[in-house]
């Protein structure tokens, strides 16, 4: 019989890297508290609809890469429904600001998120049919402020300290404003018209979205395209007054700020949504696959999927490609992140006899928060030795002698001293640190 294997483009984590994954995830959370922000956990699928509304039909994501199925009526009072896994969180999360009516407090809502998403896109280095992202929205009414350029420059200088706080060197924020609804559609009328001379020299899909979608050539990524993308009219030369000021006013708080950025004119990202600030965040070790992150202002995405005017601007973070970064990156930075913590104890019992004495033994160790690992008593003492060398910084062995005296011996391999420890007192004795090491 064929062995079966993980899907094609999805892949399990394994320990010790889960333990990566788990202290990036622990930093994001820390961070974000600190900018006083909620997680919110959304469905893993979402009705079909939300996603070709709130991302928009003409992507790649929505025409090519979702995975879609129709949910079949189990009984009568169902209704069969088009589900998709979702391919993004943002969309998600602004159902649920509509569906929970959080614009009714009037207050700004700041909502993280920590999960997989699904795309079926050509799996390759960095990425995968599943992977995890990281994000975070800042939405509201107008009147609690969402529209300010001084939300989208905390947002990009909160997303400077987590790289920095992960110790990811070597980052670049790539910054552009893609202007108000009104001016992207007058921008994509400028590229229309200018597209019609050049698209025929262009790839395929370059001719395609010179139809349905001018702004999308500016994302491709074809080599001999892009002499032409760069002789294209830039979008910020469409932009109108408001729009050029609410950018101006971001990047001056940047500045302020310190955080630096380039500023790119094409970066106009991959979704319908956005509007002014768009950005990503780069980083060269990664290759081709290059986005650490990305997101933008997404002003009319509520209205678009049948809610209220609320502003808004989020990002989403690849964690996948933030443990690439990191795994390749010198030792030293990833150690001050993510060490490999040894167990406290390995506890020995001597013969078969003292498995269950070696339990109870780890349960009290245990509950004072101590990692422990135990042995088996089928094993001999060399054998336990080797194993516990590995794993754990001391060695509790647990014969006949010293079930009956309630006195152990503990080994401290890297100082090599050995201690007669009473059992009361082993716990305090654990959590003291082991030669040269601190616990
Ligand atoms: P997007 O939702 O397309 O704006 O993507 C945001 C971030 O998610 C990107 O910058 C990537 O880091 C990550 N990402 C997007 N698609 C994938 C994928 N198929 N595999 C791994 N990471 C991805």
Redesign the pocket.
């Known amino acids: 019989m064929a062995t079966l294997k993980a899907v094609r483009g999805t892949r399990d984590l394994l320990p010790p890297e889960t333990e990566l994954w788990n202290r990036i995830e622990a930093i994001a959370r820390r961070v974000f508290a600190r900018y006083h922000f909620g997680e919110i956990r959304t469905p893993i699928f979402e009705d079909t609809g939300l996603f070709a509304r709130g991302v928009g039909e003409e992507t790649d994501i929505v025409s090519k890469e979702m995975y879609t199925w129709e949910d079949r009526a189990r009984a009568q009072s169902e209704k069969s429904q088009s589900l998709t896994l979702r391919p ?1 969180n943002t969309a998600g999360v602004v159902r649920a600001y509509i569906e929970h009516k959080l614009g009714e407090t009037g207050q700004l809502q700041k909502l993280y998120y920590i999960g997989p998403q699904f ?1 079926r ?1 050509r799996p390759q280095k ?3 049919r599943q ?1 995890w ?1 990281i994000g975070a929205e800042v939405i509201g009414p107008p009147s609690a402020g969402s529209e300010s350029p001084l939300r989208d420059a905390e947002v990009l200088e909160m997303l400077a300290t987590l790289l920095d706080e992960l110790h990811i060197e070597g980052w670049t924020l790539e910054l552009n404003s893609v202007g108000s609804s009104a001016d992207r559609e007058r921008y994509n009328n400028v590229l229309r018209t200018a597209l019609v001379e050049v698209a025929p020299k262009m790839c395929a899909d370059c001719q395609r979205r010179a139809v349905t979608n001018p702004l999308r050539v500016l994302d491709c990524k074809v080599h001999e395209d892009q002499p032409f993308i760069e002789a294209l009219p830039k979008i910020g030369d469409a932009l109108d007054q408001a729009s050029k000021d609410h950018f101006a006013a971001v990047t001056a708080a940047l500045d302020a700020a310190g955080v630096p950025y380039k500023l790119n004119p094409r970066l106009v ?3 319908d949504y956005y509007t002014r600030t768009t950005f ?1 965040f780069t980083h060269g070790g990664l290759g081709a696959q290059n ?4 997101g933008g202002r997404y002003d009319g995405l509520s209205e678009a999927i049948g809610g209220p005017k609320a502003p808004g601007i989020g990002f ?3 964690l ?2 933030l443990v690439l970064t990191l795994q390749g990156q010198p030792k030293i930075a990833l150690d001050t992140i993510c060490v490999e913590t040894p167990c406290h104890a390995y506890i020995a019992p001597l013969g078969e006899g003292q498995n269950a004495a070696a339990l109870a033994l780890a349960r009290e160790l245990r509950k004072s928060d101590l990692r422990i690992e135990i042995g088996d008593g089928s094993f001999r003492l060399k054998k336990s030795f080797e194993i516990a060398n590995k794993l754990a910084w001391r060695i509790v062995i647990l014969g006949e002698d010293e079930a009956k005296s309630g006195i152990l011996t503990v080994k401290d391999f890297l100082s090599g001293v050995q201690a007669k420890v009473p059992r009361a007192e082993l716990s305090a004795y654990l959590q003291k640190p082991a030669d040269g090491v601190s616990t």
């Open positions: 993004e795309r896109e960095g990425r995968y992977f992202q990202r991959g979704l990503e986005a650490l992150l990305g989403a973070i690849g996948d490609r």
